[in-house]
């Protein structure tokens, strides 16, 4: 069993930047991908980014702000989000992914761009 534990998230002014961490336990694999979802009120969930044996798929919306970045020696996926819009404002959720494994879910963190 994996287990995602989130943090970060918050308010932030459009043009800020914010940081989410998830930190999974157990055995997490290079092949396995970890990333991040999000969703919006009235929209449906969303790949955000994600990363698998060191390769990164990113959204069209998020590309050149936002980077996903893992620390293998310590389980955790990381989103650094830059330039945030009113638009990126939802809840967003850490997971992994394996073909053995299944598909896991971090908690969700409410990330909110407003003036």
């Known amino acids: 069993q994996v287990q995602l534990v989130e943090s970060g998230g918050g308010l932030v002014q459009p043009g800020g930047s914010l940081r989410l961490s998830c930190a999974a336990s157990?055995?997490?694999?290079?092949?396995?991908?970890m990333g991040w979802f999000r969703q919006a009120p009235g929209k449906q969930r969303e790949l955000v980014a994600s990363?698998?044996?060191?390769?990164?798929n990113y959204a069209d919306s998020v590309k050149d702000r936002f980077t996903v970045s893992r620390d293998y020696a310590t389980n955790t996926v990381v989103l650094q989000m830059n330039s945030l819009k009113p638009e990126d404002t939802a809840v967003y959720y850490c997971?992994?992914?394996?073909?053995?494994?299944?598909?896991?879910w971090g908690q969700g963190t409410q990330v909110t761009v407003s003036s």
């Open positions: 997971y992994y992914s394996s073909f053995t494994r299944g598909k896991y």
């Open positions: 157990g055995i997490i694999f290079r092949i396995d991908t």
């Open positions: 990363s698998t044996g060191g390769k990164t």
